[in-house]
Each structure stands twice: as C-alpha cells, then as structure tokens.
C-alpha cells in the first residue's frame, strides 16, 4: 500500500487504527470511577500525544539514522510555534497556511544553524546546538520582545516579534486581513480548517463511559500520519540508507565518492521542519507561543522520549512521546490520598510504609521516576520500549517454540 | 605517460620533512608496488594521492588532471579507490546494503537526494550490487550485519565495494597486514583475479615481499621520504642500495 | 577605568564557579574519556551539603523561657538549638553563622563518596559505550539526582548566609586610589575568589608534582600505553573521579551564599559550564580554568549598561556567541589537544 512493503504497510494501518480509534482506546474506564483518572481520553492530552509524537518522529530521523545529537531542537518548535502565530495575527485563523510558514521558516531557520552546527561532529555538534537554542530562548526572551512600534503607539508589534515572557497571544485588534478580528462572542476568534473550529467537539455517552471526539485531535492526527509515513518512506529510501551509512562509517562514505555534508544537512533540516510542523500545530491548538518552548530542557525532552521509545526505529519515538505525556499528565496527578485509597485495604501501618515508599515517585516527583526509567533503559535497553516488546515476543515464541519441541519429543519418546 | 604522475611532491610536518621530492609514475594497467621501511613516507604518500593530505610542494596528477586540493570523495568520484589497513567497511549495516552504497555513489554521484523513493525499487543497483557479491563469493551472507564477518570476508567486502565504481585506479595500504598465510594467499589470488579480469591500474603499499613480488610487475623502493630506486621486480630483488635499504636484514 | 576594573571583579566569581566546574569536567573527559551531564549535580549536591549543614546546626528542641512572655502573661516558648546547650549561646550562634565554611569540611567525605559510587556503580560500565551514550545515561543521573532533591528540600531557594563577618561590602576602588564608592565589592566574592584559587592550584600541584598525579597525566595524554605498562589506572580514575566530584562539591558549598541553593542550579550552570569546558578545549585543564574565567568576566562585561544599550540582548547571548564563533575559527578550542574527541 501506498509503495510500503508489507511490514511496514501493517505498521502503518496499525498506527492509522490506533489514533483513528485513540478516543476510545484511552477512555477505557467509566466516569465516575476510581479509575477514570486514568483515562488519557480527553483532547488537549491526546492533541499532545501526537503533536509530540511528530517532534520525536523528526528527532529521530537526525539523531536515530545518523547519530547526530542535538540538544536543541526545541528552537525549531519555538519558530514554528511563533511563525504560526503570526500568520494567525496576520491573515487569518486557517490552520493551513499558519502551518505551512511553520515549516518554511523552521526549515530555513535549521538551514542556517545545520550548516554552521554540522561543520563539527560528536560533542561539539550537541554543544553549538544547545548554545544556538539557548541563544535564541535568549532573543525570544529578550530582545525580539522589545516594543518595535515606539512609546507612543499601541500597535502590532508592541511587544516585539515574541511577547518575552507572557509569550505571543492573539488579540482582537490583530489586523487578520484575511479573517474576522474576533470571533462571533466578541472574544479572540479560534484557529479552523476551513470553517471547522479546532476546539469543537462532540461527545458520546455509552452507558457510564464518555467518549470526546475533538476536531483539533483528529486533525492532528492525520497530520501525524502523514508525518509517520514519510518518515517510512525516509527510512526506506536510498537517502536514509546513506544516513545509516554516515552513522556507521563516515571515513568509508567519503572514500566511496559520497559526500556527507549535504545528506547530514538535509536530514537536519527535514528533522528541523518536523519540529517546526510541531510547534505549528501546538499553536492551532491554543494559540499561545511563549519562549520557555525553546528552553534547553524541551530538547532535552524530545531526547528522552525518542530513547525511551527506541531510538532509530519507527515506532519508538512516537511511542516514546506517549508515554512521557502520559505520566506528565496522568501520574503527576496522583496525590497521597489516592494512594491511601488505594491501599486502604492493607494493614495500617503497612499501609502508611507503601504509600510513603511510593509517593516519591508519583505526582510532582514523577520527572524520578521519569528520570530512573530513562538511565534503565540506555543501560539495559538500548533499543528502548521497541526493543523491549521484540524481546519479550522473541521470549514468548521462544516458549512456544519450546513447547512445542517438547511435544514432539514427548511423541517420540514412546517409540523409542 | 602514467595514469598516476606525482611529479617532486614535499610534505613535512612539523621539524619532520615526511616526504621530499617525490616522483612516481604508475602506468595505466600495471600493478604498481611501493615498498620501504617503516617511516619511509608511504601512508603520507597514500594520503595524499587520496585527497587526505594536502603536499606542501609538487603535483599529483591522475588522468591529466590534478587532484589537489580536492576533497576524498571528488578524488574518488575521478576513479581512484582506496582500500584500507584495516577494512573500513560500514559495519552497522548488511553485507546487501554494502555494497549497494557504492552501487549508489556511481549512479547517481556524489549527493543525490532520493528520500521518498524505496531502496527495493533501485532495481539496477541491486542487480549490481548481486552480480558483485556472487563475484566474491558473498552472496550466501548478504543479509549478514557486515560485523559479524570474518576479516578475511570484510577485506573482500571492501575491495568488492571498491570495484563497485569501476575505480581506473585501485589503491591498497597494505592489504594483507596482520593476516595469516593462507588469507594472504587467498587475498593474493584475488587480486590476481580482479587484474586479469579488468581493465584497472593497482598501486600497492606493502611491507609483505612474498604478497609484492607475486603481484607487481613494477616496483619503487621509498626511504626516508624519497623514492631511491624504481624498477622490475627482478631488478629490485638484485639492486644493491636496495638490499641495504630495506632488504639488508632479511637478505 | 574603575568601571572596567569593576566588571572584571564582577565577573570573577561567576568565572570561579565555571572554572571549578569545567575543571572537574575535564579532569573526567581527560582521565576516564567520559561526558558525564551529571556534573552540574554534583555541584548542586555540594550547596545542599551546606544546605543541610545548616540545618543539622541548627536542630532545636523546645524550652519554656521563663524570661519572656507572651501577651497573655504565659511564659513563653522559644526554640533552643542543642548546639547551644553544648557549646553555650554565643559560640553555638557563631558556629551556626559559620555553617557555610564549616560545611567545606562536612562536604568532602560526602562527595568524595557521591563521586566513588557513581563511577564505580554507573560511570565505568560506560567507559566503551559511545559518547552519545554517556551523555544521555549521565543526563538520566542528573534529573534523578535533581529530583531527588527536590523532593527533601522543595522546589524554593533556600537562602544560606554567609558568616556575618563577610557579608557586608568594602570598597575596593579607595584602596587603589579611586574615588571612593566606584568600586563596591562584596566581601564573599572575593573570598569565593580566593577559594577557587587555592582548589585550582591545588588540583595543578597535586597533578604536577605527585607520582599519582604524573601517572594520571600520562594516562590523559596516552591511556593504552600507559595500562601496557602494568599501571593500574582504573583504580586511579576512580579516585580522580572522586576528587572531580568534590572540586564541583566545594564550588557549590561556597556558591551559597552568592545565590541562594535550587535542584535546578546543577544544570543551568552545567549547560554553560559545557560550554566552557568546549571553548577552552576539550581536554585541556588549563584551558578550562582559562575560559572559565574569561567568559564570567565577559558575561559581566556584556551586562554593561552603556553595552547593553549598544548591542540590546547580549549580555543573554554572549558566552554562546563566544562558543560559536570560537568552535568555528578554532575548533580545539583555546588550549586543545589534537586528536581529542575527533573522529
């Protein structure tokens, strides 16, 4: 299908059934239940689970097929993220276009920081990123939100090109050529595609169980999708075999006629437009971009989540992403008294020592177990989340394997 | 006039003069041997026929054309090949996928930007790609991680990857160091072969006699940084400054 | 003049602190090959050893003062450190007020401990890893670290005053004739100063002129060769990663009082720190200590008002800047090696 082999094909339908299918998946519990907490079912969360997963997705085709680290990426998030704001202000509330500037200014953006950063490799290319995104957290926050209209005027650029601090927001005196000024309530209109307002949503009730299906979910979804697939057909191209082969043995490449450089800086660069396609889409679905979006720890976040997933491979990051937005939403909220809930049914004085060995690592302690989670599998996994499913199927046929050789064996030990 | 012309190529570093008047003509279909003590100036001399270095003085010309100055992979896109001391192969990937890279590079050049369009459907290069491997024997293990090959196995990758290109020149930094006999024999042969079968120039860096005077039908002597003689085989076996040179132990 | 003097004061101390750290950042890359992102922690658990110092000082228990009263006429009740009972009020108040010096000698067991199991526990098994591993299972350590912090001590700075005979300021610019009141400096500045110093040349005469220090040296500069002799240096790495453990440790101890102890201080000056330790050369301990004090004094520089006016932003951007540029036009860095980190 659409030019995948077969593996891939079933992944793909896999990864389609599943976000198609994520309003229910993740409300498994009913309302009103203990376990309803639980339940990741709800739009903002899911919106973050594949707005995420596109960041890891592009994250991983740099670092996962040529090993090159970069500890700032959050700065392409961050321009993607102020490019669509300003499209927003500019012309119109359609989400279209607002992303299409995303990715042209973040891919230009990671032209310009790829082709100075890729001049070195190893530990100085990691370093020159983190300082070119710190750099620019730095001018977001600082200098690009000066007022740009002078003291006497209230207008457009009053707080410059970032809104420092407070972030860029829309406002209702926005000029929006090409769009009403404010929406039908008076208030700041909502970012649509073409007319479908992102933050609509129907819900459906089955019996104790609601199910929310948002308009910003689904339409983040399949941009996800789209970013998923080519990012197969990346992997399986030509192209991402020779940033294979850079990651390998980039003396052999130089001495077989090929000439890195350009392949390293595409790859930055697509892996660049990834990330501004994230930042984008954050956007559509609040419109707010403030600078903490470039900070050093929103790279290192996309790190952590394209290992914990299983780094270079297809799946993972996008698994990776999941996951850290799950706890960072789900078990972050997790406070004692649920936890004593929980263990109300034990002894007390039991109870009391479970809860209090536990507690450290739920609510706002769960960058720990985040943290610990993240050294075990570099240690012990490198291949992440993905690698650990393999081995525990491999482990599986293994035993099934083996089952079945003891049949036979056991059949033809009565002839012997 | 040789395909290869290094006309009085200087290199030193630091207080080292590493190489001085260097000149060295390798004719086109030969098998050409460079020998010399350690520290004659040999691998200096390699890398600066492949773009690695830069000689301070003098002039590199392959095929009427000067490839100074030049970056590794433009050298080698003119037709010159290297293979290794130790084999550089790409050890992450298969022995298919080996050898479908250089396949790649004759193709389609040095950068081309193929993201969306699968390796499976590169039909010719891999047919390429297959005839090569059956040419080496390597077929069996073409879905083998290429790390997981005996050395022997990697250095046949590696010139297999090397002819892939159609190289006019093959150049080998001491292909058989560290190897028993039998695979220095086995490597021999092999070179045999390619000689016999291809229109193709070798320059050989040896220490191995046994390995250069199978081979070469034309030998020059390195030392200290200067070619001191360059002759036939037969000549070098019996030419006095040579045997003091470089034979005198082993003589 | 005096302003030039003025911001190079200023910038010494946060100089000093990027030193330090960068000088135990190299001393691990140079001996034991490894990235480690978990130094920064390390500086961080240094200003809670004082941190925690304090608080030991100061464990009270109750009594009923008989002296005092409060409005109702009862007799009130106030809290007594032990210490106090020990050593008296006076000498107990002082020894409190002191914690911070006092907390330098609490604080080098601990690091020196911290340090020993982390290279043996987690570090060593990483020595043939890639460098992009070290740095992420380094990363994981830090967050840990951090977050276990965080969780005994809050998420708040806790301010941690310097003992009072040096808290004031003195002014600097009337002992070299200046005007008086240019040049205002805080007496714990320069004490921080002093201390870097003494750590820093300690470090070089402990490498230079012990046999242990000679064998460390040649294993920087040829690790294989070096093993070949018989000479066992992974037990001398341990040490030496226990010694940098505690170089950061003591540049944290003594940072306290300049800025008031967060989980979060370990990575922001270990990013910059990073950067430091590029610009000066990976590798090179001398040119760690170098760049660490030229980029403090240049940050301070930037933050000039008349600079800041000129050029708005980039006292924000400065040592990033610097690292750019420098990484581009020399990529060893000041001071580097060749042959470090290339490959």
């Known amino acids: 299908m659409l030019g995948l082999e077969k593996k891939d094909t079933r992944l793909f339908l896999i990864v389609i059934g599943l976000t198609m299918l994520a309003p229910f998946l993740l409300n498994p519990f009913p309302e009103g239940s203990e376990m309803a907490q639980f339940n990741a079912g709800y739009p903002d969360l899911m919106q973050r689970f594949v707005i995420f997963g596109i960041f890891a997705i592009g994250f991983n ?3 996962g097929l040529t090993g090159y680290l970069s500890f700032g990426h959050a700065a392409f998030l961050g321009v993607g993220s102020y490019a669509a704001m300003w499209m927003f202000k500019l ?40 300082a070119f995104a710190m750099m620019s957290y730095a001018l977001a926050y600082s200098v690009l939100a000066t007022d740009m209209d002078g003291p006497d005027k209230q207008g457009l650029m009053q707080k410059g090109l970032t809104g420092g601090e407070t972030g860029l927001q829309l406002s209702v005196q926005d000029p929006r050529i090409l769009g009403a000024k404010a ?17 609509s949503a129907t819900e459906m009730n089955v019996g104790d169980w609601v199910f929310t299906f948002s308009a910003g979910y689904y339409f983040s979804a399949f941009v996800m999708l789209i970013a998923f697939y080519i990012s197969i057909r990346i992997f399986r191209s030509p192209f991402g075999m020779m940033l294979r082969a850079i990651k390998s043995n980039q003396q052999r490449l130089n001495y077989t006629g090929l000439n890195p450089k350009p392949y390293m800086l595409a790859a930055f660069v697509v892996s660049g437009m990834y990330a501004g396609l994230a ?77 209090t060995l536990i507690y450290p690592f739920i609510g706002k302690g769960w960058h720990l177990t985040l943290g610990l989670m993240f050294m075990a599998v570099v240690i012990f996994l490198p291949g992440g989340l993905v690698e650990g499913g393999q081995r525990i199927m491999a482990a599986l046929r293994g035993r099934k394997a083996k089952d079945k050789k003891s049949d036979a064996d056991a059949d033809v030990k009565p002839a012997e | ?52 270095l830069i000689p301070d003085t003098g002039s590199v010309m392959f095929d009427g054309q000067s490839v100074l100055g030049r ?6 896109q003119m037709g010159i090949s290297r293979v290794f001391q130790t084999p550089e192969i790409f050890a992450d990937l298969s022995v298919m996928e080996n050898m479908m890279i250089p396949c790649f590079a004759k193709r389609d050049g040095s950068f081309e930007m193929n993201g969306f369009g699968a390796v499976r459907h590169q039909l010719d290069v891999i047919e390429k790609a297959k005839t090569m491997l059956e040419d080496m024997n390597l077929y069996e293990k073409r879905d083998m991680h290429a790390a997981a090959m005996s050395r022997g196995d990697k250095r046949r990758l590696e010139i297999a990857m090397c002819l892939a290109q159609e190289p006019r020149l093959l150049l080998l930094d001491e292909p058989t160091a560290g190897m028993a006999r039998a695979d220095t024999n086995n490597t021999i042969d092999l070179l045999k072969e390619i000689k016999e079968k291809r229109d193709i120039t070798i320059a050989i860096i040896e220490h191995d006699m046994h390995v250069v005077f199978s081979l070469a039908e034309r030998i020059t002597v390195l030392a200290q940084g200067t070619p001191l003689v360059e002759d036939s085989p037969e000549n070098i076996k019996g030419h006095p400054k040579v045997r003091e040179a470089y034979l005198g132990e082993s003589a | 003049m005096d302003a030039i003097l003025l911001q190079i004061l200023n910038g010494l101390d946060k100089g000093s602190a990027y030193a330090l750290i960068a000088l135990g950042l190299t001393l691990i890359f140079g001996t034991l090959g490894v990235v480690n992102f978990a130094h920064g922690a390390l500086f961080m658990l240094g200003a809670f050893c004082a941190v925690t110092l304090n608080n030991i000082l100061s464990l009270s228990h109750e009594i009923v003062d008989e002296t005092q009263t409060d409005f109702l006429g009862n007799p009130l009740r106030v809290e007594v450190p032990y210490i106090y009972d020990w050593f008296g009020p006076e000498v107990g108040a002082s020894i409190i007020e002191w914690s911070v010096p006092l907390a330098i000698l609490f604080s080098i067991p601990i690091m020196i401990a911290v340090g020993f199991i982390m290279e043996r526990g987690l570090i060593k098994h990483f020595y043939k890893r890639p460098h992009a591993d070290q740095i992420l299972v380094t990363f994981g350590l830090a967050i840990v670290l951090q977050e276990i912090i965080k969780y005994f001590y809050g998420a708040n700075p806790i301010p941690t005053p310097a003992p009072p005979a040096f808290t004031g300021s003195f002014d600097f610019g009337t002992m070299l004739g200046f005007e008086p009141g240019t040049i205002i400096y805080p007496y714990w500045r320069l004490v ?26 040649a294993g920087m500069a040829d690790r294989e060769t070096v093993g070949l002799l018989g000479i066992n240096i992974d037990k001398r790495f341990t040490i030496m990663f226990a010694i940098a453990a505690c170089v950061a440790g003591l540049a944290g101890v003594m940072y306290t009082p300049i800025n008031s102890p967060n989980y979060h201080m370990g ?46 932003g980039i006292n924000q951007i400065i040592i990033y800047l610097v690292a750019i540029i420098i990484l581009l036009t020399r990529p060893r860095g000041l001071m580097g090696r060749k042959g470090v980190m290339e490959d």
């Not at chain 1, 973040?106 to 530990?123: Q, T």
């Not at chain 1, 929406?183 to 933050?199: Q, S």
């Not at chain 3, 100063?193 to 460390?216: D, E, N, P």
């Open chain 3, 267 to 312: 990575m922001d000056f270990l990013v910059l720190s990073f950067v430091v330790v590029v610009v000066g050369g990976m590798g090179s301990l001398p040119g760690a200590v170098l760049a660490g004090f030229l980029l403090g004094i240049l940050e301070s520089f930037a933050s000039m008002r008349q600079v800041v006016d000129l050029l708005p």
């Open chain 2, 1 to 52: 006039m040789g395909i290869l012309e290094v006309k009085n190529v200087g290199k030193r570093f630091g207080g080292l003069q590493a190489l001085s008047d260097v000149n060295l003509s390798v004719a086109e279909n030969t098998v050409h041997a460079i020998i010399g003590p350690n520290g004659a100036g040999k691998s200096t001399l390699l890398n600066c026929l492949v773009g690695k």
């Open chain 1, 279 to 355: 930042g984008g889409l954050m956007v559509a679905m609040d419109p707010l971009a403030g600078p903490e979006r470039m900070f050093w720890t929103a790279s290192g976040e996309v790190v952590l989540m394209t290992i914990l997933g299983g780094v270079g491979t297809l799946i993972g990051p996008v698994l990776g992403a999941g996951l850290i937005k799950y706890m960072e939403n789900i078990l972050s909220k997790i406070n004692s008294e649920i936890l004593h809930q929980w263990f109300a049914w034990m002894p007390d004085g039991l109870e009391d020592l479970v809860v």
């Open chain 1, 61 to 63: 085709i740099l670092f």
């Open chain 1, 183 to 199: 929406g039908a309530d008076g208030n700041t209109p909502v970012p649509n595609f073409f007319g479908i307002e992102m933050r």
């Open chain 2, 71 to 76: 970056s590794p992979h433009e050298i080698n």
């Open chain 1, 91 to 130: 012309f119109g509330m359609n989400v279209v276009p607002a992303l299409l500037l995303s990715v042209v200014l973040s891919g230009l953006f990671a032209v310009l920081i790829g082709y100075i950063s890729l001049r070195r490799s190893g530990i100085y290319f990691s370093i020159l990123t983190l």
């Open chain 3, 192 to 217: 921080y100063f002093f201390f870097a110093m003494i750590i820093i040349a300690g470090v070089f005469a402990f490498l230079q002129f012990t046999t242990f220090g000679m064998v460390v040296r």
